[in-house]
C-alpha cells in the first residue's frame, strides 16, 4: 500500500511548477523506492535459494527410491542364466551389439552378460571398421561355446579376410553360417575358404546374386556350396536367396529353402533342379519361393519325363506364381503330409484351372497321405475341390486363406459317408462365398452318435477358425457354440498370415 508521500509525489508529478524543494522530495521518494525493491530481490532470492533447495532435496529422495526400486526389481532378482538367456535372445533377433551395451549397464548385468554363450552370435561386415580386432574380440568371449557367424560382405578386402580366416580357424565350433554376398563370386571365393570340418553345424543360409563379370559364365553356380560343407555330418538345414536355383547342395540335408529374387537373367530350368532334389535321400522340408518376375523364365521339364522320387519328402511349400503349382506335376511324394500352395501374384479373382489340374494329377500319381492342405489366394474349379477332397482319407486340417470354394465342395464332407472322414480342423479366411451354414451342417454330421456305429468312426470337428468370411453370421457362430467349445484362437507364430485383424474362432478350449 502506498504511504502518504508517494501520494504527495504523485502530485508533485502531475504538477509543472515545481520547487527545489519538491525535487529533492521526489529524489528521495525514489531512492525509499529503489531500496524497497532491493529489499524485494533479496527476499525473492532467498526464496528462490530455499526452493533450490527443497528441490535438491527431492531429488535425492527420489534417486533413494529409484535405487530402492531398482534393488527388487526382476532383472536385479533374476539368476544371472536367465538374464544371459535374455541377452541371448536380443544378439539371436539381430541386436548385433546385444552382449556389448548389457555390459556396460550395471554390475550385474556386466556378470551375466560375461557368459560365452552371449558372444556366440559373430557378424563380420563390411561396415566394420576394424573386422580383425573386433571378431578377435568376440571369439575371445565366446571361448568355446557355439558360433552364430553371419557373414555381410559387399568388398573383399585383406581385412576382411583376415577376419574370415579367424573365424573358420573355428569351424569347429560352428553352429549356424549365413553369408550375405553382392555376387556369385564373392560367395565362391568365401566358401571355397570353409574347407574345415564343422561337426557342429547345424543350418546354413546364402543370399547372393548370379550375374556373369568379365564374361565368367561358369562362375555363375552355387556348386561350391555342396563342395566345401560336406565336412559338416550333422547339417540339417541350407537355404539359398539368389536369382537362380543352385546345381548342388550337401546330400545329408533334412531342410531345404530355395528362394529367387527378382533379377533374372535367363530361362531357369527345373529339370536340374529336380535331379538334384532326387539326390536328396534324407530330404524331409521343401520350400520353393518363386516371384511373378519369372512367369517367363522358368522352364519346366516335358510332360512325358517321370517325375523326380523324393521318397523322405514330408512337407512341401510352394510360394510363387499360380503358373509355379505345375511343378506338382513333376515330383512324386509318396511320403507327404503337408502340402501349402500360397501365391506370391495378385489375386486373380477366378479359379486357376492348371493349379487344380496339378493338384489332381500329382494326387492320383503318388497318393500322399496328405494330413494338411492349405491354399492361399489360389482359386481351383469345384470339381477340383471334390478330386481332392474324396482322394485325400487322411485330410486332418484344411486351411483355405482368400480362397473361394462353394458350399457344395465343403458339403461333400459332410457325415459317415462323406469324404475327409479324418477332417478335425479348418481354417477358413476371407472366402466370400462360404455360408455359415453350410459349416453348422458340416459340424452337426460330423458330431458322433453312440448308436451310429458309422457315426463311430468319424474324427469330430475340433477347430474352426473364421476370420472375415463375410456369409458366417452371428447367428451361425451361436450355433456352432451350442456343438463345440468356443474359444479365442492366438495363433503360433509360423502362421503365414500375419495381418489379420479381426479372428473369430470355435475350438477346443
Known sequence: M????????????????LSLEDIAAVHGEIEAHERTVEALESEIHDVLREANRLRSARQQHLDFIKRCKGMITLARRAPDEVLGQIFDQCAAAGWAKAPLVASHVCRKWRRAALAPRIWSRIHLNSDSLDPVGR????LLRAAESDLYVTVDIRVLDPQLIRAMEML???TAQWRTFNLHARFVQQTQEILGMCNRPAPQLRE????????ALDGDENAEDLACLSETIQHA??????????????????????????????????PVAIMPVLTMLEKLLHLERLTLTVPSDFSEAIVFPAPDVPPAILRELRILI??????????LRHVDTRE??????RSSDAPLNFPHEDTGSSLRQFIDQCSPPLELLELHDIDIPCGDFAHCFLNIPSLEELRLHETEIPNEAIALLNGPT????RLKRLDLRWCEQLSGRTLVDLVASKKPAAADAEAARLDPIEDITVINCALVKEGDVMALARMINCSVVARNLDDHCQAAVTTSGTGSG
Open 336 to 341: 507327404l503330409c503337408r502340402l501349402h500352395l
Open 233 to 266: 555330418p550333422h547339417l540339417r538345414t541350407v537355404s539359398t536367396i539368389c536369382n537362380k536355383f543352385p546345381v548342388a547342395v550337401p546330400n545329408q540335408i533334412r531342410e531345404l529353402s530355395m528362394e529367387l529374387v527378382p533379377f533374372s537373367t535367363g
Open 2 to 17: 502506498l504511504s502518504r508521500h508517494t501520494l504527495e509525489c504523485e502530485m508533485l508529478i502531475l504538477s509543472y511548477d
Open 204 to 211: 546354413v543360409t546364402v543370399y547372393t546374386l548370379a550375374l
Open 168 to 170: 573358420i580357424d573355428r
Open 418 to 421: 462323406g469324404a475327409c472322414p
Open 135 to 138: 571378431t578377435g574380440f568376440w
Open 318 to 327: 510352394i510360394n510363387a506364381y499360380p503358373g509355379f503349382n505345375a511343378f
